[in-house]
């Protein structure tokens, strides 16, 4: 098993920056990759990035592309996820997930989940 504790999220004011960061504790080794997904309320859930845990790939949904920067940190058993040049779509529960065998958009693909943090960006 993977447990995930988001952290960082917050209020911030549209063309603003904020990072949340994602530590993950357990049997780490199992992780292939970790994305970062989001949910804003009456929306269904959305690809934001990816990571791959070896050899740092990463992959972005085009809404976030050039906004936002996943990065990973191994030693620490960390993911972050930087979003900058915030916008009001961007508001919603951010969750970060690892799976064990797969990197890209598909949220079915992804084993761990977790509890996710509120990030609000005000017009």
């Known amino acids: 098993q993977v447990q995930l504790v988001e952290s960082g999220g917050g209020l911030v004011q549209a063309g603003g920056s904020l990072r949340v960061s994602c530590a993950a504790s357990?049997?780490?080794?199992?992780?292939?990759?970790m994305g970062w997904f989001r949910q804003a309320p009456g929306k269904e859930g959305e690809f934001v990035a990816a990571?791959?845990?070896?050899?740092?790939?990463?992959y972005y949904a085009d809404s976030v592309k050039g906004r936002f920067t996943i990065s990973r940190d191994n030693a620490k058993n960390t993911v972050a996820l930087q979003m900058n040049s915030l916008k009001p779509e961007d508001t919603a529960v951010y969750y970060c997930?690892?799976?064990?065998?797969?990197?890209?958009?598909?949220?079915?693909?992804?084993?761990?989940w977790g509890q996710g943090t509120q990030v609000t960006v005000s017009s």
């Open positions: 997930a690892a799976s064990r065998t797969y990197m890209g958009s598909d949220a079915s693909r992804y084993h761990y």
């Open positions: 357990g049997r780490t080794a199992s992780v292939y990759a």
């Open positions: 990571i791959r845990w070896s050899g740092g790939r990463t």
